[in-house]
């Protein structure tokens, strides 16, 4: 099988290519990354040599170049491109619809030009908003996003569904939790936490930090989109989430007290607009239909991420240095496959 996976050199995106050719040696991937700042071939520096894989740099929303590469011979496309912080969607909208709208359609038309026998839309608890305390959200609750971000996610979602139900597209969409572990870029909670208490630097934690996600570790979300990849039912929604609801102020002790750091580096900062209160999806169809269940606990999962950041300081030090642009031209323009 050949797969072309968007968004490759992200975080979601990396640990997924690792984990396909972990299991499936003999399958094939083309990864068309355009290397915003969240994009990182370091992440692909151990597989780039392999004959099974081909690194493009790109842009979704260049329907030339994603029809260059579709019509080469795909199988499936897993859609992981996508601009994903939240606080940024706030300042800067447009470049989230374009992309995570505008760059879906690019690829439906490819898909639907091309006969492409699989596209996987990799999206969000977020799409649904916010739920109370006792309450789950499944694949059929309403849509009711509360940030650019999420809305921008969502649209993409019903763009999806309708070429399923107009065109008949095999097409499948994927909604998990909040993930965490390697390779994440350090804007996110747990990774930015975790770099900023190496460095004794202050954890600016939004409002009462009350606010409850549930966290599924990112190998488990790659097992569970391998899964939909190869077992789910074409025009399905599938939500992968960890099980594992903590409150933001929760995740941040358990950094702390794993590092033997103080208290005192907590700063309660400002809310942010509209922002969710909880995050919960039932995953039962998932399980049922998918044999989908997450293995790493939650505290196991934190303690491998947090000894990950340790032994890979020189990845995200130049990260977080704004480095990266610079090493990428240095360094991956001429090894570049194209």
Known sequence: MKLLVTGGAGFIGSNFIHHILKTYPQYKIVTLDKLTYAGNLDNLSDIEPANNYQFVKGDICDLKLVEEIVSGGIDAILNFAAETHVDR????????????????QVLLEAVLKYKVKRFIQISTDEVYGSIEQGKFFTEESLLLPNSPYSASKAGADLLVRSYFK???LPVLITRSSNNYGPYQFPEKLIPLFITNAL????????GDGLYIRDWIYVEDNCKGIDLVLHKGKEGEIYNLGGGAEKTNLEITNFILNYLGKPESLIKHVKDRPAHDRRYA???????KELNFRPKVKLEEGLKKTVEWYLNNKEWWKKVKSGEYLKYYENHYLKREKV
């Open 89 to 104: 969607s706030l300042y800067d909208p447009k470049c989230f619809v374009q992309t995570n709208i505008t760059g879906t």
């Open 166 to 168: 107009t065109f008949k």
């Open 199 to 206: 460095e004794d630097r202050e954890l600016p934690l939004y």
């Open 281 to 287: 999806m039932d995953c039962i169809k998932a399980e």
